[in-house]
């Protein structure tokens, strides 16, 4: 299989209703960080693939990945609270702001700009 046909595979393979397949397809070797990335970001992903994605350092030290996850309405609830305490106080205003994260969240991010006077 040459590349751009195994990537469309797995990108039918991660819309499968079959949540299973979600960290099978995320954990194959030849998947890429720009495949992991989009991925992060649909909320039919599976939770424990989001987890999977939150356990790894390489891809959760970069702040798109944190953002997806943290907008995402499948990624845990503690996953999106730890990261919600390390990122960037522009990133936090901005959750604050948006309607499309869980409430939760968004009261996370107003205590922690509160607590740190950026409020």
């Not at 953002?67 to 936090?92: D, F, G, Y």
Request: glycine letters at 2%.
């Amino acid at each position: 299989m040459d590349g751009v046909v195994a990537e469309r595979f797995r990108r039918v393979l991660i819309r499968d209703v079959e949540k299973q397949l979600h960290l099978v397809v995320m954990t194959n070797p030849k998947t890429s960080d720009a495949e992991l990335e989009e991925w992060s970001a649909m909320p039919a992903v599976s939770a424990e693939a989001l987890r999977w994605i939150a356990n790894q350092k390489r891809l959760i030290s970069r702040l798109n990945f944190q953002m997806n996850l943290v907008q995402n309405p499948s990624t845990p609830q503690e996953i999106a609270l730890r990261l919600i305490a390390v990122l960037p106080i522009s990133e936090l205003h901005r959750i604050m702001r948006s309607t499309k994260v869980r409430e939760t969240l968004r009261k996370a991010a107003k205590k922690r700009l509160t607590d740190t006077g950026n409020l």
